[in-house]
Each structure stands twice: as C-alpha cells, then as structure tokens.
C-alpha cells in the first residue's frame, strides 16, 4: 500500500513537472510565433518593403500557430492546477481531513473540471476560430489584391530573401521540436503546434524562393506561389471546417486524443511513426474501428511496398525507349557523349535508361518569334499588342530608342542625329542541317540572337535618314536587316534560319521627340498647302489677269480705230463743208442757221419779230402741216377697207 501511495506521488509530480514544461514551451513557441506574426504584418502587409505577395500569406500559418501555442499554454496552466490539486487531494487525505474533503470538496476542488471542460469544448472553439481566421484574412487579401494597379515588388530583394529564409529556419526547429515533444503522452497538443510550424517554414522557403527571383526580374516566379500558397491554405481551411461539422456526428472515444483543430493532411506528413503509420491511424480515427487491422489493409501494407518499387522499376526501364515526334530532329546521348553523326529523324529508338541516357528534341519545324525594340509587357506583366499605333500615346510596355541620321542643313557644323523608336518581329527556326549548334553550343537562342538584331539594326539605322526610314525606305530595310542577321547568326553558329522579318512600326520616342516632330510635320504639311493653294491661285489668276489684258488691249485697238475713223469723217466733212462755203457763202450760212433752228431747236418754241415793224407779232405754227404728203394719205387704211 506504501509502495502504490509513494507511486502516485511520482506520477503526480510528474504530471505537475510535464504540465508547467508544457505551459514554458508553449509560452516560448508562442511568443515567437508573436514575434513573427507581427514582423510579417508589418514588412510583409502593412508597408511594402518586402513587396512579395507569397511573404504576406505567412501571416495565416504564423497567427494559426500563435493561437495553437496560447491554446496549449492554457492546457499546460490548467493541467499544472488540476496536478497540484490532487497533489493537495492527497495530502489531506494523509491527515486524515475528511471533514473539509465532505463539505467543501466542490469549492476547494474544481481545477479538474475545469481541465475537463476545457479539453471537451475548447477544440471546438479552436477549430471555429482557426476557420474564422483563415477565411477572413484570405478574404482580405483577395480584395485587396483585385484593387491595386501596380504589381509589389522588394526594395532590397536580398535582404528580403534572407529575413524570409531567417524566419522558416527558426520555424522549421520549432516545428520539429514540438513533434518530436508530442510524442508524450502529456505533450499530444503540441502536435497541432509543430505541424502549422512546418507549413510555415516549408511555405517560407517558397517564399524566399519567390522573393530572390526578383532579384533577376522575374515576378511571376513570385505569382505563381502565392497562388500556390493561397490554394493550400484554402485546403486547410476547408478540411478544418469538414472536422468541425463531422465531429458532432461521428463518435468518438475517451482513447483518442487528437483534437477538432488538428489537420489531418498535415498529420500525414509530421506525424512520427512514417506515412504508412499515418494513414491507417486516420483511417481509424475516421471510420470510429481498427481498419488497419483489417486483412485486406494488412495485406496491403505488406504489399504496397513492392509494388511501389515494381512499379518505379517499370517506369525507369520505360525510359530506354524515346521516341522523335514529327517536326522534330533526335540527338541520342550516352553518358554525355553524342553517339549519333546525324540528326535522327521521326520515330522510335532505344537509348540507356535515364539518366545515363538521354534523347534531345530539337523542333526543327517550330517557328519561333521574337520582338526586337520593344517590350510588349509593361509592369504589371500584361501584354500589349495595340491595333492602332499613334505617336504620341505609349503602346507598348517599354521602347528602344535607336539613333538615326538627320537632314544636314548648311547651318550645321556637325552631322545631326535623331532619336527612333522601331519594332521589329523577327520569325525563326532550326536548320535542319546545323541541329547540333542549335542544340548544343549556344544556350538561350532567343535572347543572343536578340542582342545580334539589336547590333545590327543599331548599325543599319546610324546610316539612314529617319524621314527616309519612316516612308522610302522600309522595305530596303527589311530586306538589308534580313540579310545582315542571318549572316551573323551563321558567323555565330546559331543554327537557325530567318524565316521572315517585319517591320510593324516606326516613329519618334513617344516621351517628348514625339511631339516636336508632330509638330513638324504639322508645319511641312502647312508649309505644302500654303504651296499648293499658291499654286492653285497662280492657276486662277494668271488667265483671268490675261484675259484682262487682252481685253483691254482690244478695247484700246477699237477706240483707236474710232477715233482715227471718226477724226478723218469729221475732217471729210470739215471739207466738203469748207467746199459749200466757197461756192455760195451766204446760202452756206442761212442752211446752216436754218438748221439749227431746225434740229437743234426744234423742241424750243419760237416766235418770229420784224427787224422793221416791230409793233405788230405773227406766231407760226409750225407743229401743223400745212399740205399733206403721200405719207399722211393712210393709203393702208384704204387697201384694208377695199378688201
């Protein structure tokens, strides 16, 4: 009896000793994952320093592990009362105070239910929370994601990576510590802990890797596992919600342990005791009985094994056979070493298996295209391929500025250059006769022959005039390029071929050349209308000025002729005149006065006085006739009343 009593105080201590180390690694993991959460909150969400979108995700496993680890470090404060408890149960039952044992014994004994209420609804309230969390946040950063414009990227990549790599190797110990620790009995909830650790950490050397690829401009790198990231933690979210709704209707044992927030997928892999191990425990937690002791299980897992190396085997010998698709040249190689003096063409042929043998495919039909002078993505990685260009407006990501020569003037005393923005798209493939340059001795084809189009069509453009390059001269440009790269590109030994070259647009810098010479170009076509409609007036006016003239000049030539016609009439009269006079002077006078009187007065009324008698006044009537002529007869008014 003395032996059984000395045995319960050992486990008891025990369980006090294990409880408050409990309680001091929770609190020690716990003010870490702190510590991190608030360090990813604030360089990782708050300001942009990071700049990477995978490092702002590690919020969710950090804070995930923060509320695990103050959830086990209330379970190692409650554990130590409810151990010191009945440490106390016990020493009074040594001195023998049944008394106070029979009246006070719930007020002076409720750490054990406590603990036990804890342990029984706490997970639920854990699971719930963890959800709560996880869907809130990511919720948070997809609408924040979907608002900005601009794609974050890290001011010091380097330091970034590092601060990354520094925070998933702390976490990685963690992690493992705490599995290791969870082993005991006393320490099963540290398992939970350590397995959102190792995610952290695995997920931050993703991270890392994401955030160093910005260091050699290749974001997307940084895209592709944030997504990954986000999806995984989507996974966990729901599984964790799927435990906390199956868990009101599966039953469950007092042997189990593991609680409603545990993740089973992360069990499988932190789990001690091997994948295997895993499985059949969360098959059994699942099904609520021993299916790993089950035959068909047992045979099985004795099974599974072979036939997984069976079956590696068979894929590994698969690998002796490759096969040469169509469009496509085979180089077969052995232990590094090319065995073959030809490109094999289309079909089926044995090498050694991978990886001491290895066939090469080179697509020698596969055209592929390059832009030389332009970068079609801009800095959010969207590609640009406007159907219209204008000069003034930026069309694509990012232009090359080419020099080209200038018009001199006689005012210049240097020769001018001008600054060209020119994108060419160049189409090329495999030659079918250089398969083994192609393949082997030039690495990343794509980019050096676009440094040799660069070179060339940097030469080529310092000779032509951009007025000329931009209307004349095209399409002796297209065809001299072609001609000066493809000659490169064997001078290199590239192996390819030049399928085609295209010019698809060439202009003044859109920044500020642009502009100016729209505005020159402006004044010169100003200048050739003021040209034309010159012209165009000379056109109008010059006959209209000549027919002036000529009329003019036949208007003088008629009065000319008046004049001298009208000057020798009147002088022939004058003449004939002068003749009457001489013949009979007086008789001249009196026509000539009685015709005066006759012509020019013959409206005037006149009255006729005697020089002698001048007393007495005759009027005439001269307005009457006195006799009647032939004329006066109406001798057609007779003829009409005869008929």
Sequence with gaps: ????????????????????????????????????????????????????????????????????????????????????????????????????????????????????????????IIALLNFILIAVILFSFKISWLARIDIPVPIKPSQAAFISALIAIISIFAGIFCVGQSREKNFRWLRPLGGWLILSAVLGMMATFAIFMHRFDKPMWDIAISKMIFTAIVILGIELLFNFIVEFYRPRTSAEERPVFESRVLSLFTEPGGFIRNVADTLDYQFGFKVSRTWIYLFFEKSIIPLILLWLLAFWLFTCISEVGPGEAGIRENFGKIIDTKPLSEGIYPKLPWPFGKMTRV??????????????????????????????????????????????????????????????????????NQVLDFAFRNYNIPLFLKSISEREISKYLASVDILKMMSTERGRAVSLLTTRIQDSADNLKLGIEIVSLNLHDVHPPVDKVAPAFEEVASARQEKEAMILNAKAYENKILPYAEAEASKIIADAETSRDNSIKLSEAEMMRFRKQLD?????????????????????CNEIRKIVIGDSDTKNVYIFNFEEKARLDLIDVGLGETGEQQK
């Design 580 to 600: 009457a006079y001489r013949i009979m002077p007086e008789m001249y006078k009196l026509r000539t006065y009685l015709d005066f009187f006759e012509k020019d």
């Design 363 to 432: 697509p020698v039909k596969k055209i592929v295209e390059i832009t030389v002078g332009a970068n079609l993505a801009n800095e959010k990685g969207e590609t640009k391929t406007p159907e219209v260009v204008l000069w003034t407006v930026e069309h694509y990501g990012t232009e090359t500025k080419f020099i080209v020569a200038a018009e001199k003037k006689l005012t210049d005393k240097e020769n001018p250059v001008s600054y060209m923005s020119a994108t060419f798209n160049i189409q090329y493939r495999a030659k079918e």
């Design 1 to 124: 009896m003395l032996f059984h009593k000395m045995k319960m105080e050992k486990e008891i201590q025990l369980k006090i000793d294990e409880s408050r180390e409990l309680g001091t690694i929770s609190l020690v993991v716990g003010m870490y994952c702190a510590f991190s959460t608030i360090s990813i909150l604030w360089i990782g969400v708050i300001t942009p320093w990071m700049g990477s979108d995978s490092f702002s995700l590690l919020i969710i496993p950090s804070l995930i592990s923060l509320v695990l680890a103050i959830n086990t470090c209330i379970l190692g404060f409650l554990s130590t009362k409810a151990a010191a408890e009945e440490e106390d149960r016990n020493l009074l039952e040594k001195r023998k105070e049944k008394k106070a044992l029979e009246t006070g014994e719930d007020v002076l004994f409720s750490a054990s239910r406590t603990l036990g209420n804890y342990k029984k609804y706490s997970p639920y």
